[in-house]
Nanobody
Framework: QVQLVESGGGLVQAGGSLRLSCAAA????????MGWFRQAPGKEREFVAA???????????YYADSVKGRFTISRDNAKNTLYLQMNSLKPEDTAVYYC???????????????????WGQGTQVTVSS
């Protein structure tokens, strides 16, 4: 089992920045692929960003087109924490943001929510115009 707790959400004006954190507990964090998803009211949960780990290829990052160039995903394995730095925020970024973890045994595209085994409770991000 992996417990995930997000923090860092809040209200920000368009053009502003926020940094989300996701603290992980319960398993060896460093071996897990991690992702951020979001869900706006009335919409389906959508992929935001992901970061993978591989003993052969190291760390890779993936982004949705809508956030590429504005958001940066990173991880600190020593602190068991995942981050999402969000810059140049837009009103359409308003959503509940969830972090997710996938064990090394999991496969499937990083942009699919079914590829993840564990989820946090989410943190609200509201961007005002």
């Amino acid at each position: 089992q992996v417990q995930l707790v997000e923090s860092g959400g809040g209200l920000v004006q368009a053009g502003g920045s926020l940094r989300l954190s996701c603290a992980a507990a319960g398993r060896t964090f460093s071996g897990y692929g991690m992702g951020w998803f979001r869900q706006a009211p009335g919409k389906e949960r959508e992929f935001v960003a992901a970061i993978s780990v591989s003993r052969w290829s190291g760390t890779s990052t993936y982004y949705a087109d809508s956030v590429k160039g504005r958001f940066t995903i990173s991880r600190d394995n020593a602190k068991n924490t995942l981050y999402l730095q969000m810059n140049s925020l837009k009103p359409e970024d308003t959503a509940v943001y969830y972090c997710a973890a996938r064990p090394p045994s999991y496969s499937g595209p990083y942009y699919l929510s079914d590829s993840y085994a564990y989820w946090g409770q989410g943190t609200q991000v509201t961007v005002s115009s």
